[in-house]
């Protein structure tokens, strides 16, 4: 056992809750309170889990990180639920020589494409959507991002937290004004509480508005 620890410890691949880990780097995600929340923003390369529902704002969340820091390289996109609209992408500034759509047969073939793209040094982003991930197939990938150099992003339902080894996992909820995060979990870090993300500064015109009240004035009856 000790043999296997001090293995793990040399790969960097255990963390020791009393220690902290030196800065490794990091990709800024576009918004300060979730840089200041990560302590510099996403991972250089790894697995960053998002437990979320569909068509939340998940994907806006990404839209800053995947305009800036793709450094000519490809962003993929791994059967994503529905059609992606490069309406949607150009809109946000995303240049589509850069977009990769992948739609698998099988959740095998998504495993198989995931970790080639991120093997590859073609890509920078790796967009996955998988709902039978397993610990085995996130070790491999994370090997293939580290080889790679490149950052994947699991997207997942909402379900019981299963712990996996990702370097970052967050679960977002829906909010009128943007998401509600958590950060579960952080290499390096601490989970942190619940937080709302504003993003009805970025797009106005999708965030809701609380009604306002609706006042009626009553006339007063005259006397006499």
Same mark, same amino acid.
């Given at each position: 056992?000790?043999e296997?620890?001090?293995?793990?410890?040399?790969?960097?691949?255990?963390?020791?809750?009393?220690?902290?880990?030196?800065?490794? /780097?990091?990709?800024?995600?576009?918004?300060?309170?979730? &840089? &200041?929340?990560?302590?510099?923003?996403?991972?250089?390369?790894g697995?960053?889990?998002?437990?979320?529902?569909?068509?939340? /704002?998940?994907? =806006?969340?990404?839209?800053?990180?995947?305009?800036?820091?793709?450094? /000519?390289?490809?962003?993929?996109?791994?059967?994503?639920?529905?059609?992606?609209?490069?309406?949607?992408?150009?809109?946000?500034?995303? &240049?589509?020589?850069?977009?990769?759509?992948?739609?698998p047969?099988?959740?095998? &073939?998504?495993?198989?494409?995931?970790?080639?793209c991120?093997? +590859?040094?073609?890509?920078?982003?790796? @967009?996955?959507?998988?709902?039978?991930?397993?610990?085995?197939?996130?070790? =491999? @990938?994370?090997?293939?991002?580290?080889?790679?150099?490149?950052?994947?992003? @699991?997207?997942?339902?909402? +379900?019981?937290?299963? +712990?996996?080894?990702?370097?970052?996992?967050?679960?977002?909820?829906?909010?009128?004004?943007?998401?509600?995060?958590?950060?579960?979990?952080?290499?390096?870090?601490?989970?942190?509480?619940?937080?709302? @993300?504003?993003?009805?500064?970025y797009?106005?015109?999708?965030?809701?508005?609380?009604?306002?009240?609706?006042?009626?004035?009553? =006339?007063?009856?005259?006397?006499?």
């Open positions: 056992m000790y296997l620890i001090e293995h793990l410890k040399k790969k960097q691949w255990l963390w020791l809750g009393s220690t902290e880990l030196p800065p490794q /780097g990091y990709h800024p995600t576009g918004f300060k309170l979730l &840089d &200041d929340r990560l302590d510099g923003g996403f991972p250089l390369h697995l960053v889990e998002l437990h979320s529902q569909s068509s939340i /704002g998940e994907l =806006r969340l990404l839209c800053p990180h995947l305009r800036s820091n793709h450094g /000519g390289k490809l962003s993929v996109f791994i059967q994503p639920p529905g059609q992606l609209s490069a309406q949607y992408l150009i809109a946000e500034g995303i &240049d589509l020589n850069h977009v990769l759509l992948i739609y047969e099988t959740h095998k &073939d998504a495993l198989w494409a995931a970790e080639q991120l093997r +590859s040094g073609a890509c920078s982003n790796v @967009l996955l959507w998988h709902c039978k991930l397993e610990v085995h197939h996130v070790r =491999r @990938l994370q090997v293939a991002s580290e080889a790679g150099n490149c950052l994947s992003f @699991l997207f997942k339902a909402p +379900s019981k937290l299963f +712990s996996l080894p990702v370097s970052l996992s967050m679960t977002l909820k829906p909010h009128i004004h943007g998401l509600e995060i958590t950060i579960n979990k952080r290499k390096g870090g601490w989970p942190q509480s619940s937080f709302l @993300l504003d993003m009805s500064v797009w106005p015109d999708l965030a809701e508005t609380k009604p306002q009240p609706v006042v009626l004035p009553f =006339r007063r009856s005259k006397q006499g």
